[in-house]
Structure formats: C-alpha cells, structure tokens
C-alpha cells in the first residue's frame, strides 16, 4: 500500500525471518559467527539464547541458507513441544528422510544410519532446534543428549543448535548431562540506541530506498519505545510507514511516530 509513495521495491519490516534483513548488530554478528564456527568445526552442541523478538529465528534461517549446499545437511525443528518418539519421527522427517514403523529403536537406527551415509558423503548433519525453551518433557531432553552419542572416535556425526528463550537456560541446567555438552553459548540482546538507527536504515536499503525517510529523531523514538527489540521496531516503523503515507508526508518525523504509538496505546 505505501511501498510506491516510499519509492520503496518492498515493505521493509516484515516480522518474518528473511535472511535479506538481517542486521548484523556486534551480538548477532558473534552469534552467527559462533553458531558457524559450532557446524564447521563439529563442535557438538551450541545454545543460542534471546528475548522474544530479538532475530533467533531470523539468524538461524541465515545461518542455514549460508550452510546449506553439497557440505551439510540440515534438518530444522521449529515445533519440538513433543514426546520423545515423535520427537525422532520430527527429525527424520525434517532431514527429509522417510520414517519407519517399528519400536523407537528402529527411529534411532533410521537417524544413525541418516548420519554415516552423510559421513560417508562427506557431508556434515546439522540439527536445529527453534523454540528449543517450549520443550518441557524431562524425557525429549535425554533424547537431545543422546543425539550426542552419534559419534566416531575422532567427531560428533551430529552438530546441534538450540535455540530458545532466556528459560532455556535453565532447562537445559536441570540435565547436568546436557548442559555440559554445550560447547559454545551466544546471547542476543536489544539493539542499542546507534544499532536501532542502523538497522532502521540497512532494512531500508534493502527494500529500496535511496532517500531518508525516518527523520534522525525519529528513528531515536522508535528505539525509545521499542526496548530495542527488532520485531517491536519492526512494528512501530511499519505502522509510521504507513501513517504517513495516508497523511502524504515527505519524511517521518519524532512526532508522527509519538502520536502514533499513543494512539495505539489508547
């Protein structure tokens, strides 16, 4: 709807994980570079850790579509809420593999056989886990440690990302099992004041724009009522967008943006 008056190729704070729009900010920089040192290297398992909102998921499509080719396979749980067989049954699915009938001893087989013809390949098996703090069953958890185990003598078969909210720390402290073989840990915070203002501009240009649009003091009001958090900033800069088109403006400025959020708020 406002794309054209913008002189705009595409809306650009969607809340959905493009990798296009990945701001690298200094945590998520060090994220991504972690998480790929972590797959490159057959570190074993990493944790990823951040607030709602704050590009987890986003980063991890990233990371997937810089890894993916003839190297690594990849296998993406974004729902991994379950019991411990559909849990494998998941898994094997997302590697794209067909899932036998039998005891879960045959899911086990069907993933270590999944790991060394990778192997043999000379492909590297990559398990992310999305959403990783909604898994409550102490039984799912045992499982994920047990991924682990497929091994040789000198390297993980698997290398395995957990991503999740701040809680997953803790859930992952009450399997002293797990949580020792967390090999690299990374945390994602809010945007600071000068890394909201960038991230404002980058997903401009990359939607497009060749002028400014969000006035300096703007975009400090945006980080201000946004915590600094991607998807709040996301919303508060794609509803100016398109206030501002409805009122013809030239430039978004500090007002626009208080008086819209109040009105929300309202």
């Not at 000198?154 to 720390?169: A, H, K, N, T, V």
Request: overall charge negative.
């Amino acid at each position: 709807m406002y794309v054209e008056w913008w002189g705009l190729n595409e809306r650009p704070f969607e809340n959905v994980p493009d990798p296009r729009f990945l701001y690298l900010s200094k945590d998520h920089q060090e994220a991504f570079f972690r998480m790929r040192y972590l797959a490159e290297s057959r570190k074993g398992a990493g944790m990823l850790i951040g607030d709602v909102g704050c590009g987890k998921t986003t980063l991890a499509r990233a990371l997937i579509q810089k890894l993916s080719g003839e190297k690594f396979e990849i296998g993406l749980v974004t729902y991994p809420a379950l019991e411990p067989e559909d849990f494998l049954k998941e898994i094997l699915y997302q590697f794209g593999m067909s899932i036998p009938n039998g005891t879960k001893v045959d899911l086990l087989h069907a993933l270590n056989d999944l790991m060394l013809k990778n192997y043999r390949a000379e492909k590297d098996s990559l398990l992310i886990i999305d959403e990783a703090h909604v898994i409550s069953d102490a039984r799912t958890l045992e499982e994920i440690r047990l991924l682990l185990n497929f091994q040789l003598d000198d390297r993980f078969l698997l290398s395995l990302i957990l991503i999740g909210q701040p809680e997953l720390r803790a859930i992952i402290k009450s399997v002293p099992a797990l949580e020792q073989r967390i090999a690299i840990r990374s945390n994602l915070a809010p945007l600071s004041e000068s890394e909201t203002i960038n991230y404002i501009v980058f997903r401009l240009k990359v939607a497009g724009a060749t002028n400014p649009i969000f006035t300096k003091q703007a975009m400090d009001v945006i980080h201000r009522l946004s915590n600094g958090v991607p998807r709040n900033i996301n919303n508060i800069a794609d509803m100016s967008l398109l206030v501002g088109f409805g009122q013809k403006l030239e430039s978004i400025d500090g007002a626009t943006v208080e008086k819209l959020v109040k009105a929300e708020m309202l």
